[in-house]
Nanobody, 121 residues
Framework: VQLQASGGGLVQAGGSLRLSCTAS????????MGWFRQAPGKEREFVAR????????YYRGSVKGRFTISRDNVKNTVYLQMNNLEPEDTAVYYC???????????????RGQGTLVTVSS
């Protein structure tokens, strides 16, 4: 499975961005999907995950209420809608696919390249 993330960019604090991650080469609808991020000089951290059906989602505390993860199994794409962005959200964002939905990057069998989100104050 190949994953391609897109949608990053530069935005002012309080603004919004929607990230997309499109999968190819596998059965997208059978995978749990996750979004992770890595800020400069920091470790990669979990952001959000969604079950294979889209029926269950889970977020890290600092993004709850501001970010929404969703998926379209027809388009083989998972999204991360990010609202009310803060400078602390600045990071490279990565998507991942796996047989189980966890908050652990290593547990995902397929991991994509990142897309950079920069939030200015």
């Amino acid at each position: 499975v190949q994953l391609q993330a897109s949608g990053g960019g530069l935005v002012q604090a309080g603004g919004s961005l929607r990230l997309s991650c499109t999968a190819s080469g596998g059965t997208f609808s059978s995978y749990h999907m996750g979004w992770f991020r890595q800020a400069p000089g920091k470790e990669r951290e979990f952001v959000a995950r969604i079950s294979w059906s889209g029926g269950r989602t889970y977020y890290r505390g600092s993004v709850k209420g501001r970010f929404t993860i969703s998926r379209d199994n027809v388009k083989n794409t998972v999204y991360l809608q990010m609202n009310n962005l803060e400078p602390e959200d600045t990071a490279v964002y990565y998507c991942a696919a796996g047989a189980t939905g966890t908050t652990d990057w290593i547990s995902y069998a397929y991991r994509g390249q990142g897309t950079l989100v920069t939030v200015s104050s």
